[in-house]
């Protein structure tokens, strides 16, 4: 049968089970907004395609499934690059969609033109113009393909509006097919034998382990495996920022996330450890510190889907290019065949519950009467929330209470911007976090400079009935950086106050529809969020006052050794400590 290239777009959609898509119409994607009318697929429409973007990547985190976009060309495209970097820095499923001016013009600075090919290539995974509507069927095949499989990330298609226009013959392309047409594309998934038995040699030899357990396991689907394994070794296990939830808090080898704003255990483990085995993981420089003294005695093992990530940072002793989930499963399964006794890890452990009781994640307590504090409300609201609730988080201060002071159980229940760092990420990937598990509880940990982002889109989620919640840690600051420049700049703060008021976020927020309370004192604050809680017709939005002065800790500053990280000063000696 004859469909237009835009009929042959949205049945591919479809054929790829696509569910829900994000985005804003526009005159070079306009054809598309036809037959999507009359298609099963959910379009929300959306204030800003930034948001489309970070709402495909909230739906991707939440489900597995890739997250997919739309926009039109030119300024439509490029208010994508930064969710479609985003993605591409924390290994996000998006498909992104585009609009192109028409072929004859392509070039000629036509009106919304732009080169969303090129100006996208150095941030999507794949990319592709594409120049025939024959070509659409297997151009969207290719890229739900690569954006899920290997090392996941984002792909784009841009279609220009004639080819859209244009009718071709409906034709869905085989698997063989699609293999074929992407002759160079072949993942390894199995760790290749030879390795996975040094690997196991390595870690029945040491004596300080540990499992550096990064993004790539929720990727891989790999928690099960990686709680196999941590059981079987007795290794500590650390969960960076990408992989909170991959591994129960409640664990007893559980030691949180390690690096910048880690817990000074996991940030030690990882520095004393004669074996690190890094799973998923690709050494960050916030995990690593000053590269050539971190983990100075350690022995490396790094499994990981992409190669290029093996010996990008610190040359591993043992490379495993290899699918997490498959890799942990041969050590697992070699480990066991081994016969070999398991180490003993009774020394190594008594040094690691040293640091946890001398050194645990800490702030001074709230007195009635004062400034609320923002880890005490992270607390209250992580103490009030089901089970099984999503936490969203922007960037900065709160980003890092966030992950700290919240109990992460299970896997997916945690999304926030590891890689870039984006701010105003919070409110459009809650939304997308909530599309895609509707039957959860979201709640947004946002600060008030990334909530002035993104905040349109809460009137998306009003208009759309996607009830999240917002807790807005507004302590009129540019947060983080004003700990920066109060710690290494001489308290010289230069332009980071953002003012309480200004905005007023409760008229805001109820002028979007939402539910909106402010808090001040702190005998307010269950009861206000008991009451946002019951709230499931609408978003909610609570502006809380909190205290400007609070500071994230551990810290280790920027370039520095994490061997000189900088704990609480209720931690130090001479320091008066408050326990809570």
Same mark, same amino acid.
């Given at each position: ?118 100006? #996208?290539?150095?941030?999507? @995974?794949?990319?592709? =113009?594409?120049?025939? $509507?024959?070509?659409?069927? &297997?151009?969207? +095949?290719? /890229? ?78 790999? #928690?099960?495996?990686?709680? @196999?394994?941590?059981? =079987?070794?007795?290794? $500590?296990?650390?969960?960076? &920022?990408?992989? +909170?939830? /991959? ?87 070699? =480990? ?93 990937a809650a939304i997308g976090a909530k599309v895609g598990r509707p039957d959860r509880t979201v709640w947004a940990i946002d600060g008030d400079g990334c909530f002035q982002m993104t905040a349109q889109e809460l009137v998306t989620a009003s208009a759309e009935r996607i009830p999240v919640k917002v807790a807005i ?59 946002a809680n019951s709230i499931d017709d609408r978003p909610v939005v609570i502006d809380f006052r909190t205290d400007s002065r609070e500071k994230v800790f551990p810290m280790v500053p920027a370039g520095a050794s994490n061997s000189d990280v900088i704990v609480h000063p209720g931690l130090r000696p001479g320091g ?5």
């Amino acid at each position: 049968m004859q469909l237009t290239g835009a009929q042959a777009l949205i049945k591919s959609l479809e054929m790829e089970r696509t569910e829900v898509v994000f985005g804003v119409p526009g005159g070079a994607i306009l054809p598309v907004y036809d037959p999507i009318l009359d298609s099963p697929i959910r379009h929300v429409l959306v204030r800003h395609e930034q948001g489309a973007g970070h709402m495909a990547e909230g739906y991707a985190h939440v489900t597995g499934r890739p997250g997919v976009c739309m926009a039109t060309s030119g300024p439509g495209a490029t208010n994508l690059v930064t969710a479609l970097c985003d993605a591409y820095m924390d290994s996000v499923p998006v498909v992104a969609i585009t609009g192109q001016v028409s072929r004859p013009v392509i070039g000629t600075d036509a009106f919304q033109e732009g080169d969303t090919v090129g100006i #996208t290539r150095s941030v999507t @995974k794949h990319n592709d =113009l594409v120049m025939r $509507p024959e070509d659409i069927a &297997l151009a969207v +095949r290719q /890229a739900f393909l690569l954006a899920t499989t290997g090392r996941p990330g984002p792909v784009l298609l841009d279609l220009p509006k004639d080819v859209l226009q244009a009718s071709a013959e409906w034709y869905w392309p085989t698997d063989s097919e699609v293999a074929a047409s992407l002759p160079g594309y072949k993942p390894t998934t199995k760790g290749h034998p030879r390795m996975v038995r040094e690997a196991v040699r390595l870690m029945t030899a040491s004596r300080r382990p540990v499992i550096y357990a990064g993004g790539g396991i929720l990727k891989a689907r790999a #928690t099960e495996a990686l709680r @196999k394994l941590a059981e =079987l070794t007795g290794a $500590p296990v650390v969960t960076t &920022l990408m992989a +909170r939830g /991959a591994f129960p808090d409640s664990h007893r080898q559980c030691l949180g996330m390690p690096g910048m704003h880690g817990n000074y255990a996991a940030i030690m483990a990882l520095q004393e450890a004669d074996l690190i085995i890094a799973l998923g993981a690709r050494f960050d420089d916030r995990v690593t510190g000053k590269v050539s003294t971190f983990a100075p005695n350690a022995k490396v093992v790094h499994v990981d889907i992409d190669p290029a990530e093996l010996g990008k940072i610190r040359r591993p002793d043992v490379p495993i290019v290899g699918d997490a989930r498959l890799v942990i499963e041969e050590l697992v399964r070699v =480990l066991g065949a081994s016969g070999e006794a398991e180490p003993d890890l009774s020394q190594w452990w008594s040094v690691i519950d040293g640091w946890r009781e001398r050194f645990p994640l800490y702030y001074e307590a709230q007195v009635a009467g004062e400034q609320l504090k923002p880890q005490a409300v992270i607390e209250a609201i992580r103490d009030a929330s089901p089970a099984e609730t999503t936490l969203v988080s922007g960037v900065g201060q709160h980003q890092m209470w966030a992950s700290q002071y919240w109990r992460f159980e299970q896997p997916y229940t945690w999304v926030n911007s590891g890689g870039l760092g984006t701010m105003g990420f919070a409110v459009p990937a809650a939304i997308g976090a909530k599309v895609g598990r509707p039957d959860r509880t979201v709640w947004a940990i946002d600060g008030d400079g990334c909530f002035q982002m993104t905040a349109q889109e809460l009137v998306t989620a009003s208009a759309e009935r996607i009830p999240v919640k917002v807790a807005i840690l507004n302590n009129a600051y540019l947060g983080m950086v004003r700990q920066w420049q109060e710690m290494f700049y001489e308290e010289r703060y230069s332009e980071v106050y953002l003012s309480p008021d200004l905005p007023d976020y409760v008229k805001w927020a109820e002028a979007m529809g939402c539910a909106a309370f402010r808090v001040e004192n702190p005998a307010d604050v269950a009861p206000v969020i008991d009451k946002a809680n019951s709230i499931d017709d609408r978003p909610v939005v609570i502006d809380f006052r909190t205290d400007s002065r609070e500071k994230v800790f551990p810290m280790v500053p920027a370039g520095a050794s994490n061997s000189d990280v900088i704990v609480h000063p209720g931690l130090r000696p001479g320091g008066e400590r408050v326990v809570q």
